[in-house]
């Protein structure tokens, strides 16, 4: 499965005020001390856009089960008009896409914490 249950943005009449009310929510719910220990986190993603490594977006595209032949495509992206040796460049057609499926190979590990 590509978008995880965790996943809000753009989801079909969902806002990014719905998901920031949901984060606030589970914050309050975090402080209750019926929980035990409990952990948030907020991750700055700015600067990680353009330092995404090439060799770990191949393994969680392979992981997300990606055919061979993607990964050439995204080679030739990568080398070809829009050049970059690290890091998904804005202009890029796939760099969101690119960036959206990492992001989410990191939630997804989170989520197993």
Known sequence: MIISPQQFGFIRDWH??????????????LQKKCYGGNLTMKIDIRKAFDTL????LCRVLQAFGFLLFAFGFI???AEGYFYCSRGVLQGDPLSLLLFGIAE????????RM
Do not use: A, H, M
């Not at 005020?17 to 719910?29: A, G, K, Q, S, T």
């Not at 490594?53 to 770990?56: I, N, P, Q």
């Open 104 to 111: 989410d190979f990191l939630s997804r590990l989170l989520t």
């Open 16 to 29: 990014i005020e719905d998901c920031i009310v949901l984060d606030f929510d589970c914050v309050n719910v």
């Open 75 to 77: 080679e030739w992206v």
């Open 53 to 56: 490594d090439w060799s770990f």
